[in-house]
């Protein structure tokens, strides 16, 4: 059937505007007149995937969790099939990074890895794989706090399947030149056992291969690189389970660098090469939480001048909030300097409120 913006949809959802597109599915922001309430409808754009996408939503609503986006209903309609899901107001992953930060530091990290790997352990908990575990994948509130962190795409896990064994077919045969876009951007988060599906004593894809996925996250999260390297040229990296030796200026606060190191020794233990001797995502649960990493909401503003002593630095917040920043309180980014972006959480002092646990955002495009 054609789509098209006002398109209705099993009799109730109406199509506003496309908001996203990928490799496999069309995502339109849709509203529900039943309820009155704005949602997504993903719709497949791959051929012959009508079993697959239906397979996948059967198995997305079975996961309920407040890390994970809430699969709400499918319509099969003529020749068409719609998978509904809450609307996110947010960004995903990999355009938050791409925009606006160059890494984060170890209690950001850490948090949204928790919340991940929250949500992962639900689905998991009820037997269902996402299979492609990516920033993209992934929604964080827009106002950069990570006060919001949701998975989404487990409705398209069997897709995402087809498109992988597509993929790992041409890498194994060592033609590289037609893999598709969608597979190149999930290569670096890929486990071994998912490249070498059709090798024979390659170990079953299953649950470990998402805590791969999510590992190789947190540690492009944490070091700002992918830790076997970009498309193609990750696959050598992956099959040896040898990530790249983490940079020592991750460790070069003080205040941090026992957390990080700790969150670097877990990140590792998911890269064994063996399925079963990596952590279950319910174990990196507890192993995250025992960190006792700063959870607060961030915040952001800009430095708008030097302060009275050396390294201080005064700002102010989005919501036009002063706020005093020091020097040695930045765990990632360049110097400050004025007019500098600045991502932190907020604690109390005076005459202004304190910056902590700084990251110093990218400069945005046009900007000084």
């Not at 506003?16 to 069309?26: A, I, K, L, S, Y």
């Not at 995502?27 to 697959?52: C, M, N, Q, Y």
């Not at 670097?264 to 063996?274: A, P, S």
């Amino acid at each position: 059937m054609a789509i098209a913006a006002n398109s209705i949809i099993g009799g109730r959802y109406r199509l506003d505007q496309v908001v996203g597109q990928g490799g496999m599915q069309q995502v339109w922001a849709a509203t529900d007149k039943s309820l009155e309430r704005g949602v997504a409808v993903k719709v497949p754009i791959v051929d012959g995937a009508k079993k697959r996408f239906t397979q996948s939503a059967r198995l997305s609503a079975r996961v309920r969790h407040s890390n994970v986006a809430s699969a709400l209903d499918y319509v099969a309609e003529g020749e068409g099939e719609f998978y509904v899901e809450e609307l996110i107001k947010g960004i995903d992953l990999q355009e938050c990074m791409d925009r606006h930060f160059p890494r984060l530091d170890g209690d950001t990290a850490a948090h949204v890895l928790h919340h991940l790997c929250r949500g992962l352990a639900a689905s998991h908990g009820v037997d269902v794989l996402h299979r492609d575990l990516k920033p993209s994948n992934v929604m964080v509130s827009s106002d950069l706090s990570f006060s919001m962190i949701k998975i989404t795409d487990f409705g398209i896990a069997k897709l995402a399947e087809s498109e992988m064994d597509k993929g790992t077919a041409e890498i194994n045969a060592g033609r590289t030149q037609g893999l598709s876009s969608t597979m190149l951007g999930a290569i670096p988060f890929l486990a071994p056992e998912v490249l070498r599906k059709d090798k024979p004593g390659a170990p079953q894809i299953g649950k470990p291969s998402d805590v791969w996925s999510l590992a190789a996250m947190g540690y492009w999260l944490l070091a700002g690189e992918h830790p076997f390297g970009t498309g193609f040229e990750a696959v050598p990296g992956i099959f040896l389970g040898q990530p790249k030796a983490w940079g020592e200026n991750l460790t070069a606060n003080q205040v941090t660098a026992d957390l990080v190191r700790k969150l670097q020794t877990i990140i590792e233990g998911c890269f064994k090469l063996n399925p079963l001797e990596r952590p279950t995502a319910d174990e990196l649960v507890s192993q995250i939480a025992q960190l006792g990493y700063l959870s607060g909401a961030r915040e952001s503003g800009v430095v708008t001048q030097k302060g009275p002593h050396g390294g201080v630095w005064w700002g102010r917040s989005t919501t036009g909030q002063g706020i005093m920043l020091h020097q040695a309180e930045v765990m990632a980014g360049a110097p400050l300097s004025i007019g500098a972006r600045v991502n932190y959480v907020s604690t109390p002092g005076q005459p202004n409120r304190r910056a902590v646990a700084i990251l110093r955002l990218k400069d945005l495009p046009g900007s000084l």
